[in-house]
C-alpha cells in the first residue's frame, strides 16, 4: 500500500472506529487516500447511524466528509476514530435502551441409557462386568455435562470481557468530548481575557478623560500664546478648540461610557455564568472506577481455571473407564487386575464427579453469571452516564458559542467608543504638543547655531591645509628650480595653486520665534505634559523622564538614541575647539541646549501615545516602583562613592602629612650625617683617597655590569650638586643603617613601614624593582628591605624630583660593609619579627579577654536592669491589688444594698402579679363564655362595669392599667359587634353583586378567547413574512384568484407570477371550492416567454414531433394559457404547503 505517511504511523492499513454511545468498534480496511465520508458511508452500513447525523472526532480534531484521511495523519495505530450520534446529542433526545446480551444456551446432554447406547458387556454373566459399561456412559454423561457449563461460562466471561472494553471506548469518547469543549472554552477563554484586557485600558483611558475635562480645559485656559502669536480670536491654548463643542462631546462620552460599562457588565456576569458551567463539567466524572471492574473479572478468571482443570480431570477419567472397558473386551486384564478390582475403583471416581465436580462447576458457572449481570449494570449505568453527559457538552457548547458571537459585537462598540472619544484625546493632546513645537523652535535655532559654526570650523581646516599645501610647494620649487628651468617647471603645471574653499550657506529657519530655554516654562509649563494618571500618581512618568535629565547618568536616556544628527561625529572630534569665533563654553551650552530641547519634544511627543497602552495597573506600578528602586539605589551608591572617595582623600592627606614630617627629619639626619661624613673624610690623606677612588671604580664597574649607564662617583672635593647630594646621603644612610641596626629601626619608623608597604602597595614595588635587578645577588634580600625603607622617603622628597636616573649607585665602601653586616642584619629582622609577632598573639589575647570582660560586664548591667525593672513592676502591682481590694469591698457594699431593694421590689410585684393573676383569671372566664361574639360583649362589658366599681386608692399602677385596658377592650369589642353586624349585611348584598359580576367576567372570558385567538392567528401570519418584492425560492408568497381564474402573485414590482396547476391541485383537491387566496413557501420557479404560434404546416408528424421537443427543451414556452401579449415573460411558481395553515375558500352562497 502506497502512503504519504510515515509507515511507523500506519498500521497495515486498519482504521479504528468508536461509536461513543454504546461502545462499539469496528476495524475498517482503509489507505490514507480514503476519504472520511467513505468512513462515515462504512459507519452508517454497520452502526445504523445515519451520515447526517455522525459528527467525527480524533482527539481535538474534527474530521470533514470532504478531506481525506492523510489530512489528519490517518490511519495511526496511535490514533483513534469517535462516531458522536447528533441526534442523541439533543437536549430531547430519549435515554438509551438497556443493554441486552444475546447469549447461546448450551443445552444438556441427555441423561445415558443402555437402551439407546447397547454394549458387548451388557450381556455379561459377570455383574462387574456389566457394570463397566454403565460407568463408561455415567462418565461420559459427566464430561459432556461438564462442556456444557464450561461453553457457557466462556460466553459470560467473554461478554464481561466486552462489555469493559466497550465502557473503556465510552470513557475515552468522554474525554475526547471533554478535550474538544475544553480546547473551545480555551480559545473563547482567551479571547475574552484579551478583551477585558483591552477592554481595561481604553476604560482606564476615557475615565481619566472624562474625570480631568475640566481640569485640561483649565490648563489650556491658563496657558497664554507667546505674543506674536496671538490674535483677536487666540489669546490662549483653549482658543484652539470650540469649548461648546467639546462640552457637548463630553456629555456624550459620558453617556456612552456609562452605557457601555454596564453592557460589559452585563456580559461579564454571562461570561462568568458560562465559565462555572464549563468548570463544574469539566469536574465531573463517571463515578465507576473501570479499574475496579477490571481487577473484578481477572479476580473471576480463577472460576475459569478450575472449570479447566476440572475438565482435564473428567476427561481424565473418561479415558481410565473406556481403556478398562477395551481390556475386558480384548480379555487382556492381568491377573492381579480383576473386573471386582476395576468396578471398586471406579466407584470413588463416580462419587467425586457427582458430588464434587460437577457442582464446582455449577457454582463456577453462577459466579460468573452475576459477573455478567454486574458488568451489564455498570454498562447501563456508563450508557446514561455518556448520554446525559454529552447532551450536557452539547448545551454548553451551544452557550459558549452564543458567547462567542457577542466579541465581535463588543469590539465594535469599542471601536465606536474610541471615535467618540476622539476629541476629549484631542483635547488632552493640546498642551504637549505645544510644548513640544516650542521646544523644536529652540532646537532648531540651537542646531542651525552648530550648523554655521560647523562649516565655519570646516573652511578655517581647509584654509590652513591649503597654507600647508602651498607652503609645501613653495619648499619644493625652490629645493628644485635651480636645476630645472622655469618654463619646464611651469609646462609640468607645478607652479598652479590650490584654490580657495568659500563655504557659503543659504539662510533658513528665519522665522523661528524668538524664544530661548529659559522661556519655555512661561509659554508651556511642564504640567502640559502630565500623563493622565488615576490620583496623580507621584511616580509618573514625566518624573521619571526629569530625574534621567538631572540625574548624573543621563548618558542611559539621551535623545540622540532617537534622534541621529549628521554632524554628531564631526562635534565629538570638535568638542574642545572653538567654532566660528565662539569659545569652547558656547560650543557646549549649544550642544546641550540643543539636546535638551531635543529631549523635551520626545517627552511631549511619547506622553499622548503612552497612556497605559501596554501596561495595567499592576505593572505600571512595579515599573514605577522599580524605577523608583533604581534611582534612589543609584543615588545611595553615588553617596556611597563620594563618602569613600572622601575617606580616600583624607587618607591620603593624612599620609601626605605622615610622610612630608618623616621626610623633613630624614633630611635633617641625612644633613647632619653628610656633614659628619665630610669631615671625616677631610682628614683621610692622599692615599687613602686614591684607594677610595680605586674602590669606586671598582664598584662601577660592578654595577655597570647590568647593561645600564649610572652615575659615576664625584670626588668630594667638587662643589656639590642636588644628584650628589642625594648620592652621598643614601650612602651615608645606608652605611649608618648597617652600623647602627638599633637607629636603623628607629629612623624608619612604623607608621612608615606600614604606609608604604599596605597604603601604596604599586609604589613600594616600582621602586623596589630597580634595586633588585642592580644589587648584588647574595645581599640582595637586605639592600630590598634598605631600599624598601627608603624608597617612599627619596621619592616623595624634592631632590629627588630633579634625579635623572634611579639611585641605584652606592659607594663603595657602604656596600662592602653592607656585605659584611648582611647576617647580623637578618638574624636582627628575623628577632624584631618573630617579638613583633608574639607581641601581636599577647595583644590579641589580652583584647580577647578584654571583650569578654566588657560582654560579661554589659550583660550583668542588663540582668541588673531587668531586675530594677521587676522590682517597679512588682511594687506597681501591690499598689494596683490594694486599690482593687478597696474597690471590691466598695462594690459588695453596693451589690448588698441593690440586693435588699431587689428583695422589697420582689415582694411587691409578687403581691401585683397575684392580683394580676386574679384579674386575668376573670378575663379568662369572659373570653371563654357561652353565647358567642354578643355574649362576649356583654361578659365584657360587665367585668368593665365590675372593675370600675371595685376601685382601690392603694392598687397599684399596673392593675389601674389593666383596668383601664379592659375598659378600652369592651369599648372596641362592642364597636366591632356592632360593625359585624353592618359587615354581615353587606357581604349578603355583596354576594349578589359578587355573582353578577362572575357572569361578565365568564362572557369576558370568552371575548379575551375570541381575541387571543384572533391575535395568535395574526401572530402566525407576521411570523410567516409573505415576500411583496421580487420572489425568490423558500420565500413565502400569496397567490390571489384573479378574474380568469388563475392564481396571480400579490407582487409590487414584479408581476406575471401564476401558481402552477399542479400546487392548485395540491390545495384544491381536498375542498369543496376553490379557494380565494392561496399561501405558500416557493420550491420552484420556471420562466418562460410568450411566443407566437408557428404557421400551420403539411407534415403534421413532423410539427408534432418538432413541437414536443420543443416543449421538452422548453417548457410551455408556445402555450399563453394566461392570455398574455407574445413576447411577454411570465413565472410558473410552484409552493408547497405551511404547517399549520389554513386554507380560506370562500363562503358558501347559502
Known sequence: MSSSITESLIHEGKLLVHIAENGHSFELDCSETTTVEAVMRSIESVSGINFNDQLVLCLDMKLEPQKMLSAYRLPSNDKEVFIFNKVRLQSNSPPPPPEHIDILEVADPPPPASSHDPHPLDDASDPALKALPSYERQFRYHYHRGHALYSRTQVKIENSNRLLREQKVQERAVEVGRGNLEQYYRVINQNYTEFMKRYLQQYRIHSDLLVNFERDLDKLRSVKLHPSLQNSTRKCLLDFVKEENLRKSAELCSSSHRQFENKVSQFKQMFAEVKRKVEELLNTRPSLSLKNLEVTIKEHQRF??????????????????????????????????????????????????????????????????????????????????????????????????DAKLQFPVFREAMVRQDDIFADLKLLRGIGPAYRACLAEVIRRKASMMLYMGMAGQLAERLATKREVEVRRREEFLKAHSAYIPRDILASMGLYDTPSQCDVNISPFDTHLLEIDISDLEGYAPEFLVGLPSKGEKPGSLRSSFSMSNDSSHSAEVEVDTLEKYDTEELLEECELVEIAGTSKMEVENAKLKAELASAIALICSLCPEVEYESLDDSKLDSVLKNAAAKTAEALHLKDEYGKHLQSMLKAKQTQCVAYEKRIQELEHRLSDQYSQDQKHSSSKDESDFAGLGGKADDCKAETSGGGETHMPCISTTEPMDEVSCVSNSLDAKLGLLNRQPSKTREGVDENMLDSSGMLNPPLDSSMLEPHREELPGEDKDVKDKMAGQLGMSLTNSSTAESMPQPLNVLPCDAAADLRMDSKASNDLVLELQSALADKSNQLSETETKLQDAVEDVAMLRRELEMSRKLLDESQMNCVHLENCLHEAREEAQTHLCAADRRASEYSALRASAVKMRGLFERLRTCVYASGGVAGFADSLRALAQSLANSINDNEDDGVVEFRKCIRVLSDKVGFLSRHREELLDKSRKVEVANEQLTKELEEKKELVKTLFTKHQIEKQANKEKISFGRLEVHEIAAFVLNSAGHYEAINRNCLNYYLSAESVALFTDHLPSRPSYIVGQIVHIERQTVKPLPPPSTRPEHHRADQMDHLTLNSGSTSNPYSLPIGCEFFVVTVAMLPDTGIHSPPSSS
Open 304 to 401: 475459569i481455571n478450575e472449570q479447566k482443570s476440572i475438565m482435564q480431570s473428567l476427561s481424565k477419567d473418561v479415558s481410565t473407564v473406556k481403556k478398562l472397558v477395551d481390556d475386558c473386551l480384548s480379555c487382556q486384564l492381568s491377573s492381579s487386575l480383576r473386573p471386582h478390582d476395576a468396578v471398586s475403583a471406579l466407584g470413588p471416581m463416580y462419587h467425586v464427579h457427582d458430588k464434587n465436580h460437577l457442582p464446582r462447576m455449577q457454582a463456577c458457572d453462577r459466579s460468573i453469571s452475576k459477573l455478567l449481570e454486574f458488568c451489564k449494570d455498570k454498562k447501563n449505568e456508563m450508557n446514561i452516564f455518556v448520554h446525559s453527559y454529552m447532551q450536557k457538552i452539547t448545551y454548553v457548547s451551544y452557550i459558549i458559542k
